[in-house]
């Protein structure tokens, strides 16, 4: 941190190109059983099919209702996402954040039996708070939709709206009692995955990070994108390995594996942070 | 500016909800005869036709080559910064910028006879410093291309490249000599005009803004968005009306006209800034 933090110094790295950027899912906050997201997604699955009987017998719906892991493992990540965007659709964009922030209100972890708010990675919170005192600006780049995360972002991360990059679907402007309002449409816009990571950092940045924390493959484009560029660089996974305190998996995990990343961070010069062994703390005192 | 920054009071907003947009061209800086990108992208196509003749005489270059206004109006805002867009593809971002801010250095506007960054607006320069002296962040959200507008939009108007909004066109992740690079390809992202500006402003900012500034038709879904929210809305429009100190127009011209919005400018709550009336001073000192 000195390094680059030291005027004058030959590591010097001006404030504004001081870029950080976290994925979500598994990096900031737990996703085991599934993704928050994909959890939320369900039961609002759960509450729509009680509102319309017939939604219960059509896929995906069914294997969401039915909790039948095999089936939704077997739509993939972006299947599955794609899906949690597409029953949105015709919501007002403030309409949905609304719903997102009951829910968070009120639903618990399965496992850990905490809001999902308190799910969050504790170490990360500190090492955003780091990165911030000393000229960061933290993002967050996530597959998770963008209107999700921003729901909560700022509140539990101290990331602002405009600091959220995540997947989205297209929005409709509409007038509606003469008034204008962002509507959601079923249709993806990005599903910020893999490579679209470093497109999306440069389509909302403009710049490439300094620092990258990832924890899957999803993630390994915007690693070694902001490894490659000139200065000193940072380029961490968290491997979770520590199935006591939270949950161990990595190449297993359908929805998002952790395999090539992790065999050759030594070769792409990624750092490997073991849950076990390097957080003392895994989640932030409970409340 | 009092009522929104005084703690306690009624109309009180938070620094993190002061949102302030900017429309570019028209608005931050002159775009007469035409956009700079425009003019940049004729400097450009000249350059092209010299290495390779037979371009010459394909449209939409003979149009640029010719200096056939006629023609570029023709082709409308939309298809002259397709144009613009697309003769870039193959180039990674970085080595576009580095053109742009190249050609910048030596171009100069025709009329007024200095450097292209020094023919951005006093008053608009001094607004952007008073906003932001407030806890206000700024953004551009303009039809330029984002890339172009980000090589000197820092420098010029202290807007950072995460606070540059713009029209964009896919980008592509290659690898070369193992190193991981943005590549700009031919195909159209968004072009951020009109109806558009909204739905980017909620893509790349999660807000709803309480400022907006525009000068054209272009912004008038922008300028009304923002006055649609709750609490107190400011929406502003620059009219060309001063031909001594810079070009007087509006309703005429074919790349960016100012008609309906000056019309119902009173009717829809936007204020009419007169560059003739208004403004003490146009541009900067020359230096």
Not at 41 to 62: C, E, G, H, W
Not at 163 to 173: C, D, F, H, M, N
Not at 215 to 243: F, W
Request: a negative charge; charged letters at 25%; proline letters at 6%.
């Amino acid at each position: 941190m000195t390094a680059v933090t030291t005027e004058g110094g030959p590591d010097f790295v001006p404030a504004a190109e001081r870029i950080a950027v976290f994925d979500n899912d598994g990096t900031l906050w737990c996703e085991q059983p599934l993704q928050v997201q994909v959890l939320f997604t369900l039961d609002r699955a759960s509450a729509m099919a009680m509102a319309d009987p017939a939604l219960a017998q059509r896929q995906p719906f069914k294997a969401f209702l039915d909790h039948d892991m095999a089936a939704i493992h077997a739509l993939g990540k972006e299947g599955v996402f794609e899906f949690a965007f597409a029953i949105h659709a015709g919501m007002p964009v403030e309409a949905f954040q609304d719903e997102v922030r009951q829910w968070l209100a009120s639903a618990r972890h399965p496992k850990l039996d905490r809001p999902y708010t308190q799910v969050v990675y504790q170490p990360q919170l500190e090492l955003l708070a780091y990165l911030r005192a000393n000229g960061f600006k933290t993002f967050i780049v996530s597959g998770g939709g963008v209107d999700f995360m921003r729901a909560f972002a700022e509140h539990v991360y101290g990331v602002p709206p405009e600091q959220v990059i995540g997947s989205s679907v297209k929005t409709e402007l509409r007038e509606t009692n003469g008034r204008f309002q962002l509507t959601k449409l079923a249709q993806l816009d990005t599903f910020d995955d893999r490579a679209v990571k470093p497109a999306n950092i440069w389509l909302h940045i403009g710049r490439r990070p300094i620092l990258a924390f990832g924890n899957s493959d999803g993630d390994q484009a915007m690693l070694r994108y902001t490894l490659d560029g000139p200065g000193r660089r940072l380029a961490l996974i968290v491997h979770h390995d520590d199935d006591t305190r939270e949950s161990a998996y990595d190449r297993d995990f359908k929805l998002s594996p952790l395999t090539d990343t992790l065999d050759r961070a030594a070769e792409f010069g990624i750092h490997v942070v073991s849950v076990k062994n390097d957080w003392a703390q895994v989640f932030p005192p409970a409340r």
